[in-house]
């Protein structure tokens, strides 16, 4: 964990959220003992593009990410005037921390697994995990990333976290200073070009004269919000993200994120195949389209329409069954579905998710339970404990009798105040997340590494 979050005092962080279509921005404030305040959230969509290459995309991503830098910074200007005097104290003109959070295709993720064992028991430490993992991703370094050709050349580290220590073959959350003979270790690790870092910190450091930068991948957030807040302790659950010009899906199994599979068709392929089929711009495609599912077109072109999006439908299905076949393991998702969309065509891709093409997916006997991963969700559980009963995971209606607060919990704030979360829900979950690495840097530095474990870092 990075030592910038370790100093117990009030932080301001921009957070970064670089995507394959848009890119956000949102300035939080962390406190010790409160919740984050979140002073602005916006955003800013790349230009469409038919067809690019790296070197292309990666200097329209810089070009987006200069605007969204420029436009960030005055609306700090706007939040250093509205917040002087206040509660909240003065907001700084350079951010203390910029968290960048990449989204696919700017990174490459795994989940892996090494094992350490000898024939007599041996203390497990920090140390034999520390050097565990470091060897694991020399040799990976080393003999591996020949696969990702473009990357390959000048390949940096994004994140690496252990997941999961088993002794002996259980589950041991706080392992450290246990005798075993063998000890699994699962990690995720990240990584990706360092000249797309580096040409991100350049527009950082041009925009703010800041090199406190920080970079984390979207996945990994996405995934510890589920584990923390929704999902019930050790249920599976699969986590769809379409929001983009890519589709990720990741699958979540005895709580670690255990495979993520991505392909190249996302929600602005289907724009742009609609476009193509329809012979309209972007912005009528969009309207056209919202005036389809208020059923308010006409009988002939409510048959374009169909037309259209049937096409979209098989092609995604066509695009996801590849992918998955080139997979190593079984095909099969976890029935608790999670699906992150622009809210115009999240609907629609939750109703694609539903229909009985997605069903060879299944687990035997089991069917899907699909959920849009939106702010209500995250208004639903940013809140003081809950207890969830096993069979009724879902979100109880408010001041329900089932949502039953741990005994003695205090009446405390939302994890997030300020900008509504309907604004930008995937910004407000790495705010959540920023808030979550301060609280246990801040709480547990001086205390047994271990602790992480139990957070799941």
Request: net charge negative; hydrophobic share 40%.
């Amino acid at each position: 964990m990075s030592s910038i979050f370790r100093r117990n005092k009030n932080k301001t962080i921009l957070i970064l959220d670089i995507g394959s279509a848009s890119i956000g921005a949102a300035l939080i404030l962390i406190s010790k003992n409160a919740c984050p305040y979140i002073f602005y959230m916006m955003r800013e969509d790349m230009p469409p593009q038919k067809k690019l290459d790296l070197n292309s995309y990666i200097q329209i991503m810089a070009q987006t990410l200069r605007s969204t830098l420029d436009a960030a910074r005055r609306r700090a200007e706007t939040a250093r005037k509205n917040a002087a005097g206040g509660k909240y104290g003065e907001v700084p003109r350079t951010p203390d921390v910029v968290l960048a959070v990449l989204a696919s295709p700017w990174y490459v993720a795994e989940t892996r697994k090494l094992t350490v064992g000898q024939d007599t028991p041996f203390m497990f430490t920090e140390s034999i995990l520390n050097k565990s993992i470091e060897e694991e991703i020399r040799r990976f370094t080393m003999e591996e990333f020949q696969k990702y050709e473009k990357i390959s050349k000048d390949v940096e580290i994004i994140e690496t976290n252990p997941m999961q220590i088993r002794l002996n073959g259980y589950n041991v959350p706080a392992p450290f200073g246990k005798k075993t003979k063998m000890a699994e270790i699962f990690f995720h690790t990240s990584f990706t070009s360092k000249r797309i870092l580096d040409k991100i910190r350049q527009e950082i450091e041009s925009a703010f004269n800041t090199h406190k930068v920080e970079f984390h991948t979207f996945i990994l957030h996405a995934y510890t919000f589920i584990r923390d807040f929704i999902a019930v302790k050790g249920e599976e659950f699969t986590f769809i993200d379409i929001s983009g010009d890519v589709t990720d899906i990741s699958i979540a199994e005895n709580d670690i994120l255990k495979r993520t599979i991505t392909f190249p068709v996302g929600k602005n392929y289907c724009v742009r195949e609609l476009s193509s089929v329809l012979g309209t711009d972007t912005e009528e495609t969009l309207s056209l389209f919202s005036l389809y599912r208020a059923q308010k077109l006409s009988t002939e072109e409510r048959g374009k329409m169909d037309a259209a999006l049937k096409r979209v439908k098989e092609h995604w299905l066509a695009a996801l069954h590849d992918a998955v076949s080139r997979g190593p393991e079984p095909s099969s998702f976890p029935s608790k579905i999670f699906v992150a969309a622009d809210s115009v065509f999240a609907d629609w891709f939750i109703e694609v998710v539903q229909e009985e093409e997605f069903h060879q997916y299944q687990n035997a006997g089991r069917s899907f339970d699909v959920i849009p991963f939106n702010a209500f969700w995250i208004k639903e559980f940013c809140k003081p404990p809950v207890t969830r009963e096993k069979n009724n995971p879902s979100p109880p209606a408010k001041d329900s009798d089932a949502a039953v607060r741990q005994k003695g919990a205090p009446e405390e704030p939302l994890l997030l105040s300020g900008t509504p979360l309907e604004d930008d829900p995937l910004l407000a979950v790495e705010a959540i997340f920023a808030n979550k690495m301060f609280d246990f840097e801040s709480t547990h530095a001086h205390e047994d590494k271990q602790l992480a474990f139990k957070n799941g870092y």
